[in-house]
Nanobody, 119 residues
C-alpha cells in the first residue's frame, strides 16, 4: 500500500507565499510522474503542475512564473512553492504520484490540503 501525505496549506494574504509538501510512503518501487491538482469550490479538479522523476516540469499557464514544483527523490517527497498568491488560487490542492510496480503504473492521491488566499 502507498500513502501520500500533504502538508503546508493555510490562509495567506494576496501576494503572499506558501509551500506545499507531499510525502510518499509504503510499498514504493519507482515513482514516475508526480504533480498537483487544484479544486476550487463548485469547479472541477484542474491540473496545476507536474514533474517527472528526471525533473522535467510542466505548469498550467495561470501559475507560470509564480509556482515552482520540485521533488527530492531520496525522500520520495514533492513540493509546490507558491508565490505571489492570488484570491483565485484558493482551492483544495491534491497531490498525486504515478508509481511503477512491475509492468503496471498505479496512481495514488493525497487527502488534499486547503489553500485560502484572502485579505
Amino acid at each position: 500500500q502507498v500513502q501520500l501525505v500533504e502538508s503546508g496549506g493555510g490562509l495567506v494574504q494576496p501576494g503572499g507565499s506558501l509551500r506545499l509538501s507531499c510525502a510518499a510512503s509504503g510499498s514504493i518501487f519507482t515513482i514516475n510522474v508526480m504533480g498537483w491538482y487544484q479544486q476550487a469550490p463548485g469547479k472541477q479538479r484542474e491540473l496545476v503542475a507536474t514533474i517527472t522523476n528526471g525533473g522535467r516540469t510542466n505548469y498550467v499557464d495561470s501559475v507560470k512564473g509564480r509556482f515552482t514544483i520540485s521533488r527530492d527523490n531520496t525522500k520520495n517527497t514533492m513540493y509546490l512553492q507558491m508565490n505571489s498568491l492570488k484570491p483565485e488560487d484558493t482551492a483544495v490542492y491534491y497531490c498525486f504520484a504515478q508509481i511503477r510496480k512491475g509492468a503496471y503504473d498505479y496512481t495514488y492521491w493525497g487527502q488534499g490540503t486547503q489553500v485560502t488566499v484572502s485579505s
